[in-house]
């Protein structure tokens, strides 16, 4: 399964009712800008679906907003649901699995007022709409994520403080990870009992961790804290996405730049697609062989489409080489279908694969496009 991916915040444009919009227009948030109209999918989504369509995807991953569908405790938006249902339908006519995420980074205003997920109850609270949107949906839903890298959400927003709620608080990072992990069972329970049969999981953010001059406890405890929770708990779940963009070189002191000379991305992060292959095997060792993977996201952050190519060109190399050790990887997600609004940097990286012009919003498809297509279509890497 090939495919590409967005989120509903990143392209929408216009979700005023959740707590990344109200973080955008907070000062000192270190937000770069507000996502404002993002890229107008939430009306041009026909456009973009045709696009990657014809540009040979079988796959089309999206997420649905939880603050349009429930914009208020227990009001829910039959407009809303019906929209993103005529998403899914017209992936299923344009030949494209419909991958739904039911929450990626953003939550109500109306969550967050209660508490959001520091509150035990949010699980509860996500739960009960996962069961209503699945039961909208489910029957064209072709996989169900419950969550996006909910470790991010977990660090990011409570120990690293730039994300909303803005926290810095390792301890209320470890109990925000767990509630996150008993709102991905309960949703996924949810899901699973509406009409349908999409396999369920999760996505886990995962950096290829590698240990240097003895490096090798701090590299384990960043593990530990960061992505096994949710590893463990994918470990009964239909499928596991790995989402990767690269390595992190740890010293017994914690982490280190990378080597003098590494190229970088616009992200700030070295240039390192091998990593994708070491997050596959770790995701493999430590969820267990029943459990398939998908990458469900991979991609980087450049202005030069030339190394956008020679990156997923690496990365897959090492997929293929996953492949031939007999780990099972369903698919592969290029992240992102579009250049869009990347959360705290705005709209200065670009990981699309399709250019976007922010005056006239027009699409232009980049080189990357025809040959990622045609790598699908061919389910074959060049050669």
């Given amino acids: 399964m ?10 929408e444009g216009g979700n005023w009712n959740n707590d990344w919009w109200a973080w955008e227009h907070t000062a000192g948030s270190g937000c770069a800008e507000p996502s404002g109209d993002a ?3 939430y009306h041009r989504f026909p456009e973009d679906l045709r696009l990657l369509a014809g540009l040979g995807f079988g796959a089309y991953r999206f997420s649905i907003e939880w603050s349009r569908i429930e914009p208020e405790e227990g009001e829910f938006s039959m407009v809303a649901l019906d929209h993103y249902r005529r998403v899914c339908a017209t992936c299923h006519e344009l030949g494209m699995v419909p991958m739904v995420t039911f929450h990626h980074f953003t939550t109500p205003r109306w969550v967050v007022d209660e508490g959001g997920w520091a509150n035990p109850g949010t699980a509860d609270r996500f739960a009960r709409f996962c069961s209503v949107a699945a039961g909208h949906l489910g029957d064209l839903i072709g996989w169900a994520a419950t969550f996006n890298e909910p470790n991010v959400v977990a660090m990011m927003g409570y120990q690293a403080g730039v994300f909303p709620p803005g926290q810095r608080d390792p301890e ?16 996924g329970v949810a899901i699973r009992e509406a009409p349908g049969s999409a396999p369920v999981g999760l996505t886990v953010a995962m950096t290829d961790f590698q240990p240097v001059d003895g490096g090798e406890e701090r590299a384990a405890r960043y593990r530990r804290s960061g992505e096994d929770p949710f590893l463990e708990a994918a470990r009964g779940d239909d499928f596991m996405g790995v989402q990767t963009y690269t390595r992190m070189l740890v010293g017994p002191e914690g982490g280190r730049p990378a080597p003098s000379g590494a190229p970088t991305t616009q992200m700030g992060y070295e240039f390192y697609p091998d990593a994708l292959a070491g997050t596959i095997r770790r995701a493999r060792e430590v969820v267990g062989a029943a459990v398939p993977l998908i990458v469900t996201e991979n991609g980087i952050g450049t202005a030069d489409d030339d190394d956008r190519i020679a990156y997923v060109e690496r990365a897959l190399a090492g997929v293929l080489d996953c492949l031939e050790e007999g780990i099972d990887v369903r698919g592969y997600v290029y992240w992102s279908a579009l250049d869009n609004f990347e959360w705290a940097f705005g709209y200065r990286p670009q990981f699309g694969i399709v250019a976007v012009d922010r005056a006239t919003q027009q699409r232009t498809a980049k080189p990357s496009a025809a040959w990622l297509g045609a790598i699908a279509r061919a389910n074959a890497l060049p050669g």
């Fill in 2 to 11: 090939w495919g590409t991916a967005t989120a509903a915040h990143q392209v």
């Fill in 39 to 41: 890229c107008d999918q």
């Fill in 172 to 187: 209320l990072r470890r109990a925000v990870t767990a509630i996150l992990v008993d709102a991905h069972a309960k949703a």
